[in-house]
């Protein structure tokens, strides 16, 4: 495929789990590990089928090799603990001791295992470290080995940075940081949390950049997400235009960030004047809530806004966020493919338009 096409399309990276792939990767699965690979390779060519069948230019294997897309770093490393949140009893992996290396390669070895299934380009993601010290850090548990949450996202970036070394060198076309904690700083509300959410907000910014500072040959993203995913949980709705962020992401030393524009007060994208011009935009333009299906036409609607401000060679399109927002969560895979295939229909429009 190549790299010059126009609008090119794709899935933010995970995609919904059914309950065969969630009984798999269930703690109490009975399969030893052989047939556990065996099925769920067969699970993985699934995934990679429906994403070619919707026509997309960009696949990921769904992350469905991964229990939880931030509980991957307990597989890269030691140091973790699995318990349970107290604010909602859902699974909860803290660190409780100092990282040390455990499984280098974990995620090269997913792309390692998608290369041989499709010819379309690769994309691979990985949590960003100031999103793991905000999930996975305790005051209580964790303080023994990392006083502060800054101590242990700091010792989370030569972890990660290790993987995308790998992942470069597997040829993996696009490695994706995802950070929604960055994100968060949008929201007024949250601002107000902080005794300096500028600083907050840097921090995440330098940890990221650390992750990926000279690593050439390979497209560099970073996904800003707004908690599409908690939202389809019913949980807390982060709002905000992105003018409050807009120099830390001037900042990432990336050429490309995934920005949400389907949900409420995404703001204007009026924005995208404001950031460098080397810098490529994934255009949440699908939504990856539940029930709502947008048509191809209200997905060309959007793209359009955009250019009205960025030029054709620099977006791409995308749904918001991830279709897969917690383990738990029930999404329609059969939906997900349709919405793609929107995406895909609203792309080939743009192309005949601008070519």
Known sequence: MSDDILFPTSVIGSLPRPQFVKDLIADDCPLDEAEYRRLMGAAIRTAV?????AGLDVVTDGEWWRKSYIGVIAELAHGFELSRNPADGRPWTVVVDKLSPKQPGFIAKEIAFLKPLTNRRLKATLPAPALLGERMWDPVKSSAAYPTRDDFV????????REVELLRDQGVSIIQIDDPHLCL????VVRSQYDDPDRAADFAVDMD????????????????CRRAGARARGEADHRGGYD???RQLGRLKVGHITMEFTSPGAGDMSVFQKLPEHVEIGLGCVSCQPGQIDSAETIVERVEMALRYVSPSRITLNPDCGFAPGSAAEVSLDEVYIKLKNEVTAAQCLRDKHV
């Open 49 to 53: 089928a429906m994403q070619e069948a």
């Open 154 to 161: 700091r010792d989370c970036v030569p972890i990660l940075r």
């Open 185 to 188: 700083f949008v929201d007024p």
């Open 209 to 224: 950049n650390q992750l990926v500072d000279g690593i050439a040959g390979v497209k560099l993203a970073v996904h800003l």
């Open 244 to 246: 409050p962020i807009l």
